[in-house]
């Protein structure tokens, strides 16, 4: 299984259709909602090392 970066949801690889890849990973989604969300913004939802906190 992976987890869809946006929601932190359990996602099935093999059947979802909702994936995005950035910076050479993939990522999959529950629902398109979430897919487009990362494709927004996608360095808010990889774990970013130099995004340090506020
Ligand atoms: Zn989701």
């Known amino acids: 299984m992976a987890i869809d970066p946006v929601c ?6 093999r059947s ?3 994936k995005s890849t950035y910076l050479g990973v993939a990522y999959f989604f529950c629902s398109k909602d979430c897919k ?5 913004e996608p360095a ?7 995004k340090t906190g506020t």
């Not at 808010?44 to 130099?50: H, I, L, N, T």
């Open 8 to 13: 932190g949801m359990e996602v099935d690889e």
């Open 44 to 50: 808010e939802y990889v774990g970013d090392d130099r």
């Open 36 to 40: 487009e969300e990362f494709d927004a």
């Open 16 to 18: 979802t259709k909702d």
